[in-house]
């Protein structure tokens, strides 16, 4: 059964920090391409940051410079690094995992297959 479960959101000041966590569990993990999604209140969710395997990243431009995405394959475990927040970072935050194939647009929804229940990050 495949789970992935999101933890470290939280309410945090504008310009402040949060690290939030996916743990995963029950597919091959090294071999999949993993992502963060976002979804703020009467807004589509938006890929935010995504990660291929072999370490190529992607960014939306409205993190570019501020998000970092890494992943532990030893503790199959996806991070998001969030600097320098502003209030419209604020929304629920998904984990998301899908098995690699080449050319697929890995900031859409459509590319993922399993995804996780969300995290709430609120910056004010």
């Known amino acids: 059964q495949v789970q992935l479960v999101e933890s470290g959101g939280g309410s945090v000041q504008t310009g402040g920090s949060v690290r939030l966590s996916c743990a995963t569990s029950?597919?091959?993990?090294?071999?999949?391409?993993m992502a963060w999604f976002r979804q703020a209140p009467g807004k589509e969710r938006e890929g935010v940051a995504a990660?291929?395997?072999?370490?190529?990243?992607f960014y939306a431009d409205s993190v570019k410079g501020r998000f970092t995405i890494s992943r532990d394959n030893a503790k199959r475990t996806l991070y998001l690094q969030m600097n320098s927040l502003k209030p419209e970072d604020t929304a629920m935050y998904y984990c998301?995992?899908?098995?690699?194939?080449?050319?697929?647009?890995?900031?859409?929804?459509?590319?993922?297959?399993?995804w996780g229940q969300g995290t709430q990050v609120t910056v004010s």
């Open positions: 998301a995992a899908a098995a690699y194939r080449s050319s697929r647009p890995w900031l859409l929804e459509r590319a993922y297959t399993y």
């Open positions: 990660m291929i395997p072999g370490g190529s990243t």
């Open positions: 029950g597919y091959p993990y090294n071999s999949y391409s």
